[in-house]
């Protein structure tokens, strides 16, 4: 892989189905596996990384393989770094990194990264949590920390991409949270 900053997503109608296009997917390109599960409602989600070319290919590939079950694809290029961390729930937020705490929700897995995408490169913020459709009815969340004029400038950024595709559920900043705000999330 050349450049891995491009992620794929496929929402899917069939569980079934949904292993076999992330089986058709991972063998078409060499792309990484970020995630692939049941979701709310009886619905599988297969996300991928990789080069833009390679996730291009292995979207293409189960899109050819969903077989009338297709609910979403989305080919997302050029994804902050910030993003796969906070994907895999890997981000060490440390105390003195708890400040403001600001909150995007969507209506799919896909608009959230973009979403988060667009918040990350727009303030200095810490991007800590993007929640991807389990156990929030395929929804999306994610969260971020920051002094509150960043916050408030990524989750306004974040949100209008949201929004522009009409999938912004909420937008949230809460400027001084309790601490307790950070020690539990989905």
């Known amino acids: ?9 496929m929402e899917l109608t069939s569980i079934g189905i949904g292993y076999q296009v992330q089986d058709v997917m991972l063998k078409a390109a060499n792309v990484q596996l970020l995630l692939a599960r049941t979701i709310c409602s009886g619905k599988y989600l297969v996300v991928v990384s990789g080069d833009t070319a390679a996730v291009t ?29 906070a994907i895999y729930n890997a981000v060490d937020l440390k105390p003195e990194e708890q400040e403001a705490l600001g909150i995007i929700e969507t209506f799919s897995a896909s608009s959230i ?16 949590r993007v929640h991807l459709a389990m156990a929030v009815g395929g929804k999306g969340f994610l969260l971020l920390t920051g002094d509150v004029a960043s916050v408030e400038a990524a989750v306004a950024v974040g949100s209008k991409a949201a929004s ?8 949230i900043v ?9 020690g539990e999330f989905i």
């Open 57 to 85: 290919a292995s979207v293409n590939a189960g899109v050819e393989q969903s077989t009338g079950a297709l609910i979403e694809q989305r080919v997302i290029s050029g994804v902050h770094p910030a993003i796969f961390p």
């Open 174 to 182: 809460i400027p001084a949270p309790s601490r307790q705000l950070f």
């Open 1 to 9: 892989m050349n450049s891995i900053d491009t992620i794929g997503l």
């Open 113 to 128: 990264i973009d979403a988060a995408d667009a918040a990350v490169k727009s303030a200095q913020i810490t991007l800590f």
């Open 164 to 171: 522009d595709e009409g999938m912004l559920v909420s937008r």
